[in-house]
Structures are given as structure tokens and as C-alpha cells.
């Protein structure tokens, strides 16, 4: 018998952390990780084993399938958008051909043990484009149709591998005698920028709000890299991981849609700095434009709306702008940086 086991994918990158924290207080024991670089102690002592390699080893993934029953799927392992500016041809590699691996194993194990698999996928808000600022201002709160003209590597892949997860969920390989449908479980978040007390982002464009956060807490100099007007969602990690365990656990039948907008708060830069600097008087920011990054948050909304998620799964974050500061962000940053 294989052992059934929850995977990870980019376990060892910033929500990777957030799941494996709360999953495994939640008495979760049977969690496998993959990722490109071997796992911290943190996320070693909480899975039942961690592989570090590439998704788009499909020799490794075929170890996986073979060796285990895989129940779910979190699929977290991806480049982010400022990286993916960077080397684009890799970043669509990862970003769509790893889904892809992933999505093809998912089908592969529903198949072999004839129970759905569960496949939770990061979407971003970076599928949409606004075209201008005096647009972005205008919109407010876009829905999830609307404005999907990414402007980046990393949101053209997000947003096409929405389209491959609703594909695999519903219609593969519709023309073959054999049903499909329903034997990978999709489902999606299009999630703002996210703030964790705990990890530092690596490559996103969002990086500026916990940077500057961080910076702060350690007492160190910070350049935000965008204006102090530039504005678009966030929440905190607490929040997002939230949402993907409370999408997880809704019934299939009551989901109208794969793909969800989540929000909690949505801060200027300015405006953040102003919190910031509530706990941390002495917060050394220097705004020093990054005109190329700027341009990339000037293509995102201000706002989303998620109404659909609060009607389909009852989505309501925990945290505003000041509940974030007060109840998550600066006690646990404080005990962190305080006993370093
Ligand atoms: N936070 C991500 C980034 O900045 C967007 O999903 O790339």
C-alpha cells in the first residue's frame, strides 16, 4: 500500500512556510515537501519527508507518484514576477510547464486510486493590467473578469495556468471514452501581495510593503522602490492561509468558480510607511523609485472584488491595516527579531 500524503510544492518559499505552520498545528503529519533548495529546520521538523530538486524533474515526480497516494495538492513552487522580468523563458518553464507537471500528476494518482485530487493553485493579482493610472484610479474594485491583460512573464503564466487547472478539473481529454471530469479538484486564489512576520519575499514587486516592515523591525535602512501614492491589495500571511484552507475544505458544489479574488486592505506605500513607522519611530525610508517595478504595481488594481468569495466560502479576512500591526505583524516580528 502507498501512504497517502498532502505534497508541497516550493515548500521551503514563503506561503510553503505559512501551510506547513498552520497544517501541521492542525495535527497534519502526513506532508511531503519539494523544492529547489533543501528545507530549514522549521519546515524539516513538520513533514514526514522533504525532496529538493526541480518540478520539472519528471523523474522525480514519477518517484513521487510511485511512492505514494497523493490526497492534495499545494502547488506553491513558482518565480515571482519582478524575477521572472529577469529570465522570462525560465519562468514560463517553471511557472506553466511545473503546473503542468503538477496537474498531470494530480490526474495520474485520481486516476490510479479513483479519488479526486485536490490541487490548490496561487493565482496573483498580477493577471490584470490596467492600462494606466488615470484607468486604475477610475476601476476601484475589478472583478474576476475583468482587466485580464497581465503585463508581466509571471502574470501571463498565473493567468493561463488558471485556464490549464479549469481545464484538467473539467474537460480532459474530453474526446476519450474514459471520464475525467472531476478527478483533479481545482481550485484557485488570485492573491494580493502578502505580508508574513515570519519570511521575507524573494523576487515579487509587491516586496517593497514587508520590506520596508522588516527593515524597520531590525533597525536597518530601507529604499521602497515605489512611489508613496503606488496602492494595491494586501493581507497579511495569517490571511492567506486562511483563505486556502478555508477553499479547501468548502464543498465542491458550493464553488461557482475556480478562480477567486481575496482582499483584506489595500495601503499606499505612504500610507503604509505611516503604520510602519507607529511601532518603529526611528523606520529609515528613503523612496527611491525603481521606474521599471513602479510601472509593473502601476499595471495592478488598487482594489479587488471579492465578493463571490464571500458569498461561495465565506471569506473574511481577520485582519485590517491596524489589526494586521496590532494583533500579527508586531508582536511576532518583535519576538523574532528580539531573540536573534
Ligand atoms: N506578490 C507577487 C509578486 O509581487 C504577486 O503575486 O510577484
Request: aromatic letters at 10%; glycine letters at 6%; a negative charge.
Amino acid at each position: 500500500m502507498r501512504k497517502s500524503i498532502i505534497l508541497i510544492t516550493g515548500v521551503n518559499g514563503e506561503i510553503g512556510h505559512g501551510l506547513v505552520r498552520s497544517l501541521y498545528n492542525e495535527g497534519i503529519t502526513n506532508l511531503i515537501g519539494i523544492d529547489l533548495n533543501a528545507a530549514d529546520d522549521f519546515v524539516t521538523e513538520r513533514t514526514m519527508d522533504c525532496l529538493v530538486g526541480s518540478i520539472l524533474d519528471r523523474n522525480l515526480l514519477e518517484r513521487l507518484n510511485a511512492q505514494y497516494e497523493i490526497q492534495a495538492i499545494f502547488h506553491m513552487a513558482a518565480l515571482l514576477s519582478t524575477r521572472a522580468e529577469f529570465s522570462p523563458v525560465i519562468a514560463h518553464e517553471v511557472n506553466v510547464d511545473g503546473t503542468l507537471n503538477l496537474l498531470d500528476l494530480a490526474m495520474e494518482q485520481a486516476q490510479s486510486h479513483g479519488k479526486p485530487v485536490q490541487f490548490f493553485f496561487p493565482s496573483s493579482i498580477a493577471v490584470y493590467g490596467v492600462p494606466s493610472l488615470a484607468v486604475k484610479k477610475k476601476v476601484g474594485a475589478i472583478r474576476e473578469d475583468d482587466y485580464r491583460y497581465p503585463q508581466t512573464m509571471y502574470g501571463c503564466n498565473k493567468l493561463y495556468c488558471e485556464s490549464l487547472g479549469d481545464y484538467y478539473g473539467k474537460y480532459y481529454k474530453r474526446l476519450s471514452t474514459s471520464d475525467s471530469e472531476g478527478l483533479v479538484d481545482f481550485r484557485a486564489i488570485r492573491f494580493p501581495g502578502i505580508i508574513s512576520a515570519h519570511t521575507l519575499p524573494a523576487g515579487g514587486t509587491s516586496d517593497y510593503a514587508p520590506e520596508m516592515l522588516h527593515a524597520a523591525a531590525k533597525g536597518e535602512h530601507n529604499d521602497c522602490f515605489v512611489r508613496e501614492d503606488a496602492t494595491i491589495p494586501f493581507m497579511t500571511m495569517q490571511d492567506a492561509i486562511l483563505a486556502i484552507e478555508k477553499l479547501m475544505e468548502t464543498p465542491k458544489s458550493e464553488l461557482t468558480q475556480t478562480v477567486y479574488n481575496i482582499k483584506a486592505f489595500n495601503p499606499s506605500a505612504g500610507e503604509f510607511l505611516s503604520k510602519v513607522k507607529e511601532y518603529f519611530p526611528g523606520a529609515d525610508v528613503d523612496f527611491v523609485i525603481n521606474d521599471n517595478r513602479q510601472s509593473i504595481i502601476d499595471s495592478w488594481p488598487t482594489d479587488v472584488d471579492d465578493e463571490q468569495a464571500r458569498k461561495d466560502w465565506g471569506w473574511e479576512p481577520i485582519h485590517d491595516l491596524d489589526r494586521a500591526f496590532s494583533e500579527y505583524l508586531i508582536p511576532e516580528i518583535r519576538s523574532r527579531y528580539e531573540h536573534k
